[in-house]
């Protein structure tokens, strides 16, 4: 069975730090993997996906995720953060051909000044 | 790029109380259709997803139902509120069956 998890329920990281945030995936098959990002009260927003092609993705706001084929992972990146950047933070795998994706429990990111 | 609408954004029902929430999509067409609710802010569970117009498929037995009366209207109904129902719905949709892109929410409390 399709499964994702996020190790760590928080990350804690100084402004202007590296930040990593921890997936890692377990699928049958070729994964197709993605990030989110959800502010309070709003919806999640899609950051980045990676379907096939290369292992470091590029996304919005300057993220960025590494696939780790023999790791299982898909970790979550950014070399310099920000205090706008606390946020919970989802990773997820497409499980099947209906599109349905398979979120990890979330890890909530606090940039502290 | 598509627009997704949920309303209403917040809403407080008693329980037993019926519930309708609708979500509409706009700047595609076909896309598959998915209900999502959140609890205490943290994990998504996906209760609906559709295809196609008409055609629904469950997650989670429950006392909520999904309807799909047009290619780009979503509807999660409910004919009696539980008190278990109270959370952050969420709707999304997938134009190309890779990504999802999520609706605003809408926040239920069942007093």
């Known amino acids: 069975a399709q499964s994702v998890a996020q190790p760590e329920d928080q990350v804690n990281v100084a402004e202007g730090n590296p930040l990593t945030v921890k997936c890692t995936y377990s699928v049958s098959g070729n994964p197709y993997l993605f990030w989110y990002v959800q502010y309070p009260n709003r919806g999640l927003q899609f950051l980045l996906k990676y379907i096939t092609g290369d292992n470091l993705v590029k996304g919005s706001y300057g993220f960025e995720a590494e696939f780790n084929k023999s790791q299982t992972s898909f970790h979550l990146k950014k070399p310099s953060a920000l205090v706008s950047d606390s946020a919970l933070y989802f990773c997820a795998v497409r499980g099947g051909n209906t599109g349905k994706l398979i979120f990890g429990q979330g890890t909530t990111l606090q940039v502290k000044p | 790029s598509q627009t997704i609408h949920q309303w209403p954004a917040t809403l407080v029902q008693p329980v037993g109380s019926p519930l309708s929430l609708e979500c509409t999509v706009e700047?595609?067409?076909?896309?598959?259709l998915y209900w999502y609710r959140q609890a205490a802010g943290r994990g998504l569970q996906l209760l609906f997803y559709?295809?196609?117009?008409?055609?629904i498929s469950s997650e989670v037995p429950q006392n909520l139902s999904a309807s799909r009366p047009q290619d780009r209207q979503f509807i999660l109904s409910s004919k009696k509120l539980l008190l278990s129902d109270s959370g952050f719905y969420l709707c999304?949709?997938?134009?190309?069956?890779?990504?999802?892109?999520f609706g605003p929410g809408t926040r239920l409390t069942v007093t």
């Open positions: 559709s295809v196609g117009i008409g055609q």
């Open positions: 700047g595609t067409s076909n896309p598959n």
């Open positions: 999304a949709s997938s134009p190309g069956r890779t990504e999802q892109y």
